[in-house]
């Protein structure tokens, strides 16, 4: 069964950098065909996508946000990381990692089978 | 503002059937395909319906999706109070090159 857990501080100072780690079981990912990858929410609000990143070690981030992101991976000790530089409030979200599944049919489908529970992230001083 | 667009609520009675909509454009919905997710309060979206219309595996075939054009439908028949929930639909979107989320529709069973 594959299982993801987010953890990092749940405070971070406005202008700093926040940063998760999502820990994987149940899955490797150095050898899967996946997108490791992250979602937030901002309370009461509904989902964003922040960005992916492949068994290549290819990322995609978010247009939105790609100036601030950016998301590694540690295969030895299969977790990938979030890092967002200088946060505000608006950054304030719960932040969840995901497992995106990717296929090239005569459309692209990509779509998140597995979740982590979520972190709340709070930014402020 | 959501890229793509989805009722902020519905609602239906036990046993009937209940739809919600998601409109996006050429560049999402029209191209790429749409994918489902149910959350709970407090808890973490939870995939519902993928490849337009395919149910993964414990999902019961209560649930279905549909897809026409640039707009989407998620129709939840034999409606039960354990279906209230929040509901996203979810796509590829070409032009803005990142994935893209509908604003989320919360269902009320009556």
């Known amino acids: 069964q594959v299982q993801l857990q987010e953890s990092g501080p749940g405070l971070v100072k406005p202008s700093q950098t926040l940063s998760l780690t999502c820990t994987v079981s149940?899955?490797?990912?150095?050898?899967?065909?996946?997108?490791w990858s992250w979602i937030r929410q901002h309370p009461g609000k509904g989902l964003e996508w922040i960005g992916y990143?492949?068994?290549?070690?290819?990322?995609y981030y978010s247009p939105s946000l790609q100036s601030r992101v950016t998301i590694s991976v540690d295969t030895s000790k299969n977790h990938f990381s979030l890092k967002l530089t200088s946060v505000t409030a608006a950054d304030t979200a719960v932040y969840y990692c995901?497992?995106?599944?990717?296929?090239?049919?005569?459309?692209?489908?990509?779509?998140?089978?597995?979740w982590g529970q979520g972190t709340l992230v709070t930014v402020s001083s | 503002q959501s890229v793509l667009t989805q009722p902020p609520s519905a609602s239906g009675t036990p046993g009937l059937r209940v739809t919600i909509s998601c409109s996006g454009s050429?560049?999402?919905?029209?191209?790429?395909?749409v994918n489902w997710y149910q959350q709970f309060p407090g808890t973490a979206p939870k995939l519902l319906i993928y490849?337009?219309?395919q149910r993964p595996s414990g999902v019961p075939d209560r649930f279905s999706g549909s897809k026409s054009g640039t707009s989407a439908s998620l129709a939840i028949s034999g409606l039960q109070s354990e279906d209230e929930a929040d509901y996203y639909c979810?796509?590829?979107?070409?032009?803005?090159?990142?994935?893209?989320f509908g604003g989320g529709t919360k269902l009320t069973v009556l």
């Open positions: 995901a497992r995106g599944v990717g296929l090239q049919l005569l459309e692209w489908l990509f779509y998140f089978d597995y």
């Open positions: 149940g899955a490797s990912i150095s050898r899967d065909d996946y997108y």
């Open positions: 990143i492949n068994y290549s070690d290819n990322t």
């Open positions: 050429s560049s999402n919905i029209g191209s790429n395909i």
């Open positions: 490849s337009n219309n």
């Open positions: 979810a796509a590829w979107d070409d032009s803005l090159n990142g994935l893209v």
